[in-house]
């Protein structure tokens, strides 16, 4: 575009003076003056350089004009022969100097004011750079170059070429590689993912003793690890559910046949419909209602539907007053009660009606195990981190191993089942969800005076 600025400013000064551009619509020869009197001297024949004709102009008549013959009986002077064909020496034309900057006039167009085309080739690519051509500081035309599309010569086209075979081929080798890597890599991590895939449909189906025998230490090998633990949890609720349901299905039935077994007897005549007969069956209903209804309240604790009225209340004042409600029960048991708790202090966000009830199912732990006469301990301690209350009462103790299954539903120490002594062992399982329920814990130890320790963390206010 810099080559082209003399030739707008010639432009410009030849517009001036004709006043429009009727001098230059295709006029080519008035556009080769312009050009030749723009560039410099050097570049003036490169760019304009006409080849001269190769073939011999023709005669008004159309036969080509042949070399001039003598007339008829004219001969040459002697010694004036011409050389023979052969030595003379042929004529050529000069050689054309290249034409190395045509393309670029012959890529210049003059436009005039309303875009329509003055001189040079009808403009087809929107990409071309423009110059105004101005006159008395109007717009009176545009000079436009539109861009070379000829800009590579054989040699880059070959060049070209071949880059792009060998990058093609390049490409198809890498795509080779990549595969013949990617092959054993891709079922390396496959395989661990369809044993994964297998062992998940077998639990699924209920198979819960299959599990991934092998595994590496990555993401994978995690996930396989995970898979046999859900496998190992999987089987013991598995367990804990067909023993819950025997152990429901036992406790229902005794009490059941119990009853079965009275009224056949009322029914055949074996026994007489007395106060005595009938109070049996009333106990047995109160021992089945009692059943149904911890099992009741156990299942809403579970699902959480229980319902809490939390206040702030001072817990050694409600441990006070249930012992001083149930006075004349612990006496009759035989049972000696010992209280040390403080006289107050001992402030928790609870509710008092559940607290109460799980005063009331350790307790009737403690009178239903405890050996007559026996000793019950119940103290209150507070410190920096909450409030405690353990409870200790003394011999029988529990075993050390039965602790972690004592808080399992249906769960009793002795197998017997003996009901004379035992409930249905669902006491201590309310217990517990009673005690999470006021974000608190509850633990078991060997009491001082030789029976069952309990021990229950409460957070203070």
């Given at each position: 575009?810099?080559?082209?600025?003399?030739?707008l400013e010639?432009?410009?000064?030849?517009?001036?003076?004709?006043?429009n551009?009727?001098?230059?619509k295709h006029?080519?020869?008035?556009?080769?003056?312009?050009?030749?009197?723009?560039?410099?001297?050097d570049?003036?024949?490169?760019?304009l350089?006409?080849?001269?004709?190769?073939?011999?102009?023709?005669?008004?008549?159309?036969?080509?004009?042949?070399?001039?013959?003598?007339?008829?009986?004219?001969?040459r002077?002697?010694g004036?022969e011409?050389?023979?064909?052969?030595?003379?020496?042929?004529?050529?034309?000069?050689?054309?100097?290249?034409?190395?900057?045509?393309?670029?006039?012959?890529?210049?167009?003059?436009?005039?004011?309303?875009n329509?085309?003055?001189?040079?080739?009808?403009?087809?690519?929107?990409?071309?750079?423009?110059?105004?051509?101005?006159?008395?500081?109007?717009?009176?035309?545009?000079?436009?170059?539109?861009?070379?599309?000829?800009?590579?010569?054989?040699r880059?086209?070959?060049?070209?070429?071949?880059?792009?075979r060998d990058?093609?081929l390049?490409?198809?080798?890498?795509?080779f590689?990549?595969?013949?890597?990617?092959?054993?890599?891709?079922?390396?991590?496959?395989?661990?993912?369809?044993?994964?895939?297998?062992?998940?449909?077998?639990?699924?189906?209920?198979?819960?003793?299959?599990?991934?025998?092998?595994?590496?230490?990555?993401e994978?090998?995690?996930?396989?690890?995970?898979?046999n633990?859900?496998?190992?949890?999987?089987?013991?609720?598995?367990?804990?559910?067909?023993?819950?349901?025997?152990?429901?299905?036992?406790?229902?039935r005794?009490?059941?046949?119990?009853?079965?077994?009275?009224?056949?007897?009322?029914?055949?005549?074996?026994?007489?419909?007395?106060?005595e007969?009938?109070?049996?069956?009333?106990?047995?209903?109160?021992?089945?209602?009692a059943?149904?209804?911890?099992?009741?309240?156990?299942?809403?604790?579970?699902?959480?539907?229980?319902?809490?009225?939390?206040?702030?209340?001072?817990?050694?004042?409600?441990?006070?007053?249930?012992?001083?409600?149930?006075?004349?029960?612990?006496?009759?048991?035989?049972?000696?009660?010992?209280?040390?708790?403080?006289?107050?202090g001992?402030?928790?966000?609870?509710?008092?009606?559940?607290?109460?009830?799980?005063?009331?199912?350790?307790?009737?732990?403690?009178?239903?195990?405890?050996?007559?006469?026996?000793?019950?301990?119940v103290?209150?301690e507070?410190?920096?981190?909450?409030?405690?209350?353990?409870?200790?009462?003394?011999?029988?103790g529990?075993?050390?191993?039965?602790?972690?299954?004592?808080?399992?539903?249906?769960?009793?120490?002795?197998?017997?089942?003996?009901?004379?002594?035992?409930?249905?062992?669902?006491?201590?399982?309310?217990?517990?969800?009673?005690?999470?329920?006021?974000?608190?814990d509850?633990?078991?130890?060997?009491?001082?005076?030789?029976?069952?320790g309990?021990?229950?963390?409460?957070?203070?206010?």
């Amino acid at each position: 575009m810099e080559k082209a600025l003399p030739i707008l400013e010639k432009l410009e000064s030849t517009y001036k003076n004709h006043g429009n551009w009727e001098f230059l619509k295709h006029n080519s020869r008035q556009w080769r003056k312009i050009v030749s009197s723009s560039l410099p001297t050097d570049e003036q024949q490169l760019t304009l350089a006409e080849p001269r004709p190769s073939f011999r102009p023709e005669r008004p008549d159309g036969r080509r004009n042949a070399r001039r013959q003598p007339p008829p009986g004219a001969e040459r002077p002697p010694g004036n022969e011409p050389p023979p064909r052969a030595e003379r020496h042929t004529r050529t034309e000069p050689p054309q100097p290249p034409n190395q900057l045509t393309p670029f006039v012959m890529r210049l167009t003059v436009l005039d004011a309303d875009n329509q085309l003055v001189f040079g080739r009808p403009l087809r690519d929107s990409k071309k750079l423009e110059k105004t051509i101005t006159s008395d500081g109007k717009k009176v035309g545009t000079l436009v170059l539109t861009p070379d599309i000829n800009f590579m010569d054989d040699r880059a086209i070959e060049f070209l070429s071949k880059q792009t075979r060998d990058l093609g081929l390049a490409a198809m080798l890498v795509i080779f590689l990549s595969f013949l890597i990617a092959l054993p890599f891709a079922r390396h991590l496959v395989l661990p993912i369809q044993r994964i895939n297998r062992v998940t449909h077998l639990l699924a189906s209920g198979n819960y003793e299959t599990k991934i025998q092998r595994y590496s230490n990555d993401e994978i090998g995690g996930l396989a690890r995970d898979v046999n633990r859900l496998a190992v949890t999987l089987k013991k609720n598995e367990i804990s559910r067909q023993k819950w349901i025997a152990d429901i299905s036992h406790e229902l039935r005794t009490p059941l046949a119990i009853l079965q077994g009275e009224l056949d007897a009322l029914i055949d005549g074996i026994r007489k419909v007395t106060p005595e007969t009938l109070n049996s069956l009333k106990q047995e209903l109160n021992r089945l209602n009692a059943l149904v209804q911890d099992l009741h309240e156990l299942s809403l604790s579970d699902m959480g539907a229980l319902s809490y009225n939390k206040e702030n209340l001072d817990l050694t004042e409600l441990i006070r007053e249930f012992f001083e409600s149930h006075e004349g029960h612990i006496n009759a048991s035989q049972i000696q009660l010992s209280l040390n708790i403080p006289d107050s202090g001992a402030t928790l966000f609870a509710d008092g009606n559940r607290l109460d009830q799980l005063a009331k199912n350790l307790l009737q732990n403690t009178l239903r195990y405890t050996d007559k006469p026996g000793e019950l301990k119940v103290s209150v301690e507070k410190n920096t981190y909450g409030i405690n209350l353990i409870w200790e009462d003394s011999s029988p103790g529990v075993p050390p191993a039965d602790y972690p299954y004592l808080f399992e539903r249906l769960y009793r120490v002795e197998k017997s089942r003996n009901r004379a002594k035992g409930g249905a062992g669902l006491g201590m399982a309310i217990c517990k969800n009673i005690v999470e329920a006021h974000e608190g814990d509850i633990s078991l130890f060997q009491s001082s005076l030789g029976g069952l320790g309990i021990k229950i963390y409460f957070p203070s206010v």
